[in-house]
C-alpha cells in the first residue's frame, strides 16, 4: 500500500512556488503601467476564458473599440481617440489579464502533478489549496475593480485598486513564505523570541504602505504637490478634507498623498532602529541579520525613489520601479520574518 507520509521539504516544490511569486511581481509591475496609463477600462467585458485571444481581425478590433466608446472613460477623457491610440491601451490591459491567466495555469498545472505524486509536503497541502483559491479571488476582484469604471467613472474605484493591489501582495508574499518552507523544511522549535513580533510588524508596516501607495495611484495623487518634503510651499496640504472622513481618506489627492509620505517616514525610521538593533542581539541568529540588512538597503533606496517619482510627477518607467522595488522590500522582509523564527 502506498504511504501517505510525505517528505518535511521538496526542492522541486520550492522551485514552483518560487516561479509563482516571480509571475505575479511581473504581474504587479504590469498592473501599475496598466494604471498609469489609463488602460485598465479598455477591455468593458470579463471572458475569463473566450477572452484569452486578443482581436484577430479588423472587424473584431472595431467592435472592441464601440464598446469602449459606450463608457464614460472614452466619453468624457478620451472622446476622438483613433483606432491605433485604441489599441495601445488595451494591448496593456490584455498582457495585464493574460498574465493573470498564465499565473494560474503555472500554479493549477504543477500542483496537480505534485498532488499526485505526493511531493507536497504533508503540512502544505492545505496552505498551497489557500493559495489557489486566493489566486481565483483575485481574479474575481480585479473584475469588480474593473466594473467600477464602467458606468459613472471615468477610472476604476481607488478603494477596489487598493483591494485588489493589496491580495496581490498578500499572495506574494504568501508564495514567498510557503517556498522558503518547502525548500528547507518544518522549523524545529525555538526560544521564545519579540523579533518574530517585531519581523511581523515591520511586514505589517510595509504592507501597509503599499496599499496607501495604491491610493494614491488610484487618484493619481502622484500628479499633485510634486515638491519635497513641502506639499505646494506648505507642510500640510490646502485640500487635505474630502467628502466626510471616507472620502478624506480615499479619494482626497493631498490627503493620500500626505498619509504615504508619513506613513514612508515612520517605516524608515522603524527598519533603521530594527537593522541596529538586529546587529546588536543574539535572537537574530546571522542569515537573518543580513535579510534584515538587504531590508533595509532596499527600504532606503525606495524612500529615494518614492521621493524621485513625486518630484519628476509620476513618469512611467520611474512609477514602475518603484511599484517594483516595494514588492522587493516585502519580499525580502518576508524572508526576513521566516528566517528570524529559526533556530
Not at 477591455?43 to 473599440?65: C, N, Q, R, Y
Not at 531590508?295 to 532606503?300: E, F
Request: charged share 15%; aromatic share 10%.
Amino acid at each position: 500500500m502506498t504511504s501517505f507520509l510525505r517528505s518535511d521539504r521538496s526542492t522541486p516544490v520550492a522551485i514552483w512556488l518560487a516561479i509563482v511569486a516571480a509571475l505575479v511581481l511581473v504581474m504587479v509591475v504590469v498592473g501599475g503601467a496598466t494604471r498609469l496609463t489609463d488602460s485598465g477600462l479598455s477591455i468593458t467585458e470579463w471572458k475569463p476564458v473566450t477572452g484569452a485571444l486578443p482581436p484577430m481581425s479588423d472587424a473584431h478590433w472595431a467592435a472592441e473599440f464601440d464598446k469602449y466608446r459606450q463608457i464614460p472613460q472614452y466619453q468624457m477623457v478620451n472622446r476622438g481617440m483613433s483606432l491605433d491610440e485604441f489599441k495601445v491601451i488595451y494591448w496593456w490591459e490584455w498582457a495585464h489579464r493574460f498574465l493573470g491567466r498564465l499565473v494560474g495555469l503555472v500554479y493549477a498545472l504543477p500542483f496537480a502533478v505534485f498532488l499526485i505524486r505526493k511531493e507536497i509536503p504533508k503540512r502544505l497541502i492545505l496552505r498551497c489549496v489557500a493559495l489557489f483559491a486566493l489566486g481565483g479571488l483575485q481574479g474575481a476582484i480585479g473584475w469588480w475593480m474593473v466594473s467600477s469604471g464602467l458606468s459613472e467613472r471615468v477610472s476604476v474605484a481607488p478603494e477596489r485598486l487598493m483591494v485588489h493591489l493589496g491580495l496581490a501582495f498578500i499572495l506574494f508574499s504568501a508564495l514567498i513564505w510557503t517556498a522558503l518552507d518547502a525548500w528547507r523544511g518544518e522549523a524545529r522549535q525555538s526560544l521564545p523570541s519579540p523579533w518574530s513580533i517585531l519581523a511581523l510588524g515591520l511586514m505589517g508596516l510595509i504592507f501597509l504602505q503599499i496599499l496607501l501607495g495604491a491610493l494614491v495611484a488610484g487618484n493619481d495623487a502622484g500628479q499633485v504637490y510634486n515638491d519635497w518634503p513641502m506639499m505646494n510651499g506648505t507642510l500640510f496640504p490646502r485640500d487635505y478634507g474630502g467628502d466626510g472622513l471616507w472620502g478624506t481618506i480615499a479619494h482626497s489627492q493631498g490627503a493620500v498623498q500626505l498619509h504615504h509620505r508619513l506613513a514612508g517616514y515612520v517605516l524608515t525610521v522603524a527598519v533603521i532602529w530594527m537593522a541596529i538593533s538586529a546587529r546588536r542581539t543574539n535572537y537574530v541568529p546571522p542569515p537573518a541579520k543580513r535579510l534584515m540588512m538587504a531590508t533595509t538597503h532596499a527600504t532606503l533606496l525606495q524612500v529615494v525613489l518614492g521621493i524621485a517619482t513625486l518630484m519628476l510627477v509620476a513618469p512611467l518607467w520611474l512609477s514602475m520601479i518603484h511599484q517594483f522595488l516595494a514588492a522587493v522590500v516585502l519580499g525580502l522582509a518576508t524572508a526576513f520574518a521566516w528566517r528570524v523564527r529559526r533556530v
